[in-house]
T-cell receptor
Framework: ETGVTQSPTHLIKTRGQQVTLRCSSQ?????VSWYQQALGQGPQFIFQYYREEENGRGNFPPRFSGLQFPNYSSELNVNALELDDSALYLC???????????????FGPGTRLTVL | KNQVEQSPQSLIILEGKNCTLQCNYTVSPFSNLRWYKQDTGRGPVSLTI?????NTKSNGRYTATLDADTKQSSLHITASQLSDSASYIC??????????????FGTGTRLTVIP
């Protein structure tokens, strides 16, 4: 176990609805990254939060938004759900320091989102 | 373009046999390379991490190699077990100052170990 938790584990929504996914980072970690992983594909970077600020974003539309709280937990919000949003959503926590490139990301178990 | 390619896409082996998974990358500048194991529907779990100066790293029955000159890595699994059935993902980190969006993922190799 990595110490990173995500909720819920599974979720079924219909097209057009909104969803909020949650992630609790490993103790002591101040950085959370969110990824979307379609079936049979590698994870795709959505965005990263560092000390409550967005610290980079991948090629995802604005209807994907996030938050990071003072305790470094994080939320991923997706508005106007589309069928293609069906995927495993992973969060990963890490401790950013300096260039922060060696710091390993620890992944949570993921939330499986199904959009009907 | 920064890319990570893995081969084979899938692999089926008998329990007890060895196998080797390949990873080629074009990510630059290079910081480190990680191999993750991902069970179906679960988050990836780190197996090994190697920096530029390391050319081999072991974790139990898993041994990773890195050739930074040819930009190739391999993951060797010895004496495979049924529990090794999973996807194995190669992830290369790019050395950038912002620290965000600097991980490049392969699409993984799906390994199935059969009795």
């Amino acid at each position: 176990e990595t110490g990173v938790t995500q909720s819920p584990t599974h979720l079924i929504k219909t097209r057009g609805q909104q969803v909020t996914l949650r992630c609790s980072s490993q103790s002591g970690h101040n950085t959370v990254s969110w990824y979307q992983q379609a079936l049979g594909q590698g994870p795709q970077f959505i965005f990263q939060y560092y000390r409550e600020e967005e610290n980079g974003r991948g090629n995802f539309p604005p209807r994907f938004s996030g938050l990071q709280f003072p305790n470094y937990s994080s939320e991923l919000n997706v508005n106007a759900l589309e069928l293609d949003d069906s995927a495993l959503y992973l969060c990963a926590s890490s401790l950013a320091a300096g260039l922060a490139n060696y710091n390993e990301q620890f992944f949570g178990p993921g939330t499986r989102l199904t959009v009907l | 373009k920064n890319q990570v390619e893995q081969s084979p896409q899938s692999l089926i082996i008998l329990e007890g046999k060895n196998c080797t998974l390949q990873c080629n990358y074009t990510v630059s500048p290079f910081s480190n390379l990680r191999w993750y194991k991902q069970d179906t529907g679960r988050g990836p779990v780190s197996l090994t991490i190697m920096t530029f100066s390391e050319n081999t790293k072991s974790n139990g029955r898993y041994t990773a190699t890195l050739d930074a000159d040819t930009k190739q890595s391999s993951l060797h699994i010895t004496a495979s077990q049924l529990s090794d059935s999973a996807s194995y993902i190669c992830v290369v980190t790019r050395l950038v100052q912002t620290g965000a969006n600097n991980l490049f993922f392969g699409t993984g190799t799906r390994l199935t170990v059969i009795p």
